[in-house]
Nanobody, 125 residues
Framework: QVQLVESGGGLVQTGNSLTLACAAT????????MAWFRQAPGKYREMVAA????????YKARSVVGRATISRDNAKNTVYLQMTSLSPEDTARYYC??????????????????WGLGTQVTVSS
């Protein structure tokens, strides 16, 4: 049984940083492209960043370029999302997702195979 468990969310002030983590179990982690999505109230779920199986290739949404870093530790079956210069526009529930693909081929949520329950990030102004 595949499980993705996110952690690291919370309430932060504008301009601060945070790091989210997603621990995966029940799958061969290195075989999966991992991604972070987010969904704000009343908005569609959007991809924030993705990283391929060996960590050599990453993708970031235009809205977070220069502010987000995605990384993974295949020895720990964990993927991370570090975000800096947070603003209230970053307030959303952040989800970890896994796609059985060695490279980043999926950028839409419907293409991902497994999902975590998410962690809430709230940025106060």
């Amino acid at each position: 049984q595949v499980q993705l468990v996110e952690s690291g969310g919370g309430l932060v002030q504008t301009g601060n940083s945070l790091t989210l983590a997603c621990a995966a179990t029940g799958l061969t982690f290195r075989d999966y492209t991992m991604a972070w999505f987010r969904q704000a109230p009343g908005k569609y779920r959007e991809m924030v960043a993705a990283i391929n199986g060996n960590g050599g290739d990453t993708y970031k949404a235009r809205s977070v370029v220069g502010r987000a870093t995605i990384s993974r530790d295949n020895a720990k079956n964990t993927v991370y999302l570090q975000m800096t210069s947070l603003s209230p526009e970053d307030t959303a529930r952040y989800y970890c997702a896994a796609d059985l693909a060695e490279s980043i081929v999926a950028i839409h949520d419907a293409e991902y195979d497994y999902w975590g329950l998410g962690t809430q990030v709230t940025v106060s102004s």
